[in-house]
């Protein structure tokens, strides 16, 4: 096993460090590679065969060969980097290489948010992708665009077996009991921490905070001043994004949104203005005000965070569970200035809730503007990367959590969690906790635009010294604004 004892680099090593492997400098438009490697300038590929405009979809149909027996050449738009693109790269190419009758073609887009604003362009007449890897926070949008091949479709069409995939994975993208996307890989949050602080200040490394109000008595031991009485670190690093308001409400079991959180009908109000959120808002201005807690801002990069506990100004930070290969390669750099120890555990919630987490995940769709044929091989690449062994390889090489069950009894991931027990740590967390309309989040058409209006009353509370129930009350007004307008537009 590895020693965890790891030194990361000086402030600029280390920005360059995180950057590269953590990928977090992606900016928009980017380049794509074929999964061998091959650029695509622009950052898409157009994908092989006639492309049918958005709104007149293809149906799936009993899986043929293309007419010409010739390869059928299809395209996937994803968002990753990093560790996790050498792993989906890798996988493709290892896909590309075991048969002849399909070609995956993987196409960078940008941030999350950049490839939905591209498809959503594409929708009006561009060229789309034959397959579209996207986080959770667009379900219900794309299942609105009326552009989206069901998997359901293929599925009862050969009747394929569902029974090793994850219950809570497959309830995700399940609406009207049909799955409309294939759930690729989870995710939970987790509380990242050098273990080496906790032992300074007496802290037992072995048990982390459980909730926020242990967080914050941890981070009054934590927190360090120079002889001038100049801050030189905080308990937490923390960042402007409403997904932080998203972990609270899923780990206290509450709700997000009305309707079981739009899972039983479309969600009309939003409801994470209640007791639970207000709570944690008042707390997260307080941490910020109190120098508890450091405020890095909006994060563009998703790498800030890190990078603070990086270079030793924090001792603490909340992240994805998708970032854990990427950190420990960077942690395994061997670099020189502050030693991190690194440990992992179920990121904190408000005192009184579940202790485990909520769920996040990457899923798969297809496209009905595809051809017949590039569906059905869109369809055989899914079916592969579902398999317990691609499963475990994904796992080992990024940090996703498999929706394969029999995956974790694999070697990769029996190594992985070997050599890195903050992997096991993950997956436990995951394996654990309940399948619920509040622990499986919110569908919400317009969930960008929601999380946009939560940020910006964020940034008024601890930039500007808003009142923090004030903040969370106007996020909700705005957002419930903008949730009937969304409806109305699609009734």
């Not at 061998?36 to 006639?50: F, H, I, L, N, Y």
């Not at 579902?386 to 929706?403: H, N, R, T």
Request: charged share 20%; aromatic share 8%; glycine share 10%.
């Amino acid at each position: 096993m590895s020693s965890w004892r790891r030194v990361v680099c000086q402030a600029g090593a280390l920005l360059m460090a995180f950057s590269l492997l953590l990928g977090l400098t992606a900016c928009g438009g980017g380049g794509g590679d074929d999964g061998d490697g091959t650029a695509t300038p622009g950052g898409s590929v157009t994908p092989a065969g006639s492309v049918t405009p958005a709104g007149s979809p293809t149906p799936a149909g009993s899986p043929t060969p293309a007419a010409s027996g010739e390869t059928v050449e299809i395209s996937m738009w994803h968002s990753e980097v990093a560790a996790n693109l050498d792993t989906i790269q890798a996988l493709t190419r290892r896909f590309n290489s075991s048969q002849s009758e399909v070609k995956v073609k993987l196409a960078y887009q940008g941030t999350e948010a950049e490839e939905m604003t591209k498809l959503v362009a594409s929708l009006g007449g561009g060229q789309l992708p034959d397959i579209v890897y996207m986080n959770e926070a667009s379900t219900q949008r794309l299942i609105d665009s009326g552009a989206i091949a069901p998997v359901q479709d293929f599925i009862d069409q050969e009747s394929y077996d569902l029974s090793d995939l994850d219950k809570k994975a497959v309830a995700y993208y399940t609406l009207d009991d049909k799955l409309w996307a294939m759930p690729f890989g989870m995710i939970v949050p987790l509380l990242y921490y050098n273990k080496i602080p906790f032992r300074e200040v007496g802290l037992d490394p072995e048990k982390p905070p459980k909730d926020t109000e242990e967080l914050r008595q941890a981070s009054e031991k934590l927190v360090k001043r120079d002889s001038n009485g100049n801050l030189t670190r905080t308990g937490l690093a923390i960042d402007i994004t409403a997904w932080h308001l998203d972990l609270v409400l899923q780990e206290h079991g509450d709700l997000y949104a009305d309707n079981e959180n739009g899972r039983d009908g479309r969600a009309t109000e939003a409801l994470f203005n209640g007791p639970t959120g207000q709570a944690f808002f008042q707390w997260w201005r307080d941490m910020v005000k109190d120098d508890l807690a450091i405020n890095v801002g909006r994060n563009l990069t998703n790498a800030d965070t890190f990078l603070a506990m990086g270079a030793g100004r924090t001792a603490m930070t909340v992240g994805s569970s998708s970032a854990l290969r990427s950190v420990v390669d960077v942690l395994e750099g061997g670099l020189a200035q502050t030693e991190v120890e690194l440990g992992v555990a179920n990121q904190p919630g408000v005192p009184g809730g579940t202790g485990l987490p909520g769920v996040y995940s990457r899923a798969l769709w297809i496209m009905n503007s595809s051809p017949k044929e590039e569906q059905e091989a869109a369809w055989k690449f899914i079916k592969w990367l579902m398999e317990p062994e691609q499963q475990a390889e994904w796992y080992a090489g990024s940090g996703f959590l498999p929706v394969s069950i029999s995956a974790y009894e694999l070697p990769a991931a029996k190594e992985i969690e070997a050599e890195y027990p903050q992997f096991k740590v993950a997956a436990e967390l995951y394996l654990a906790t309940s399948s619920s309309p509040a622990t499986l989040g919110p569908i919400l058409g317009p969930q960008l635009d929601v999380s946009e209006f939560i940020n910006k009353q964020i940034e008024e509370m601890l930039i500007g010294d808003k009142d923090p129930i004030d903040a969370i009350n106007d996020a909700a007004k705005d957002s419930n604004e903008i949730i009937a307008e969304y409806n109305r537009r699609i009734e």
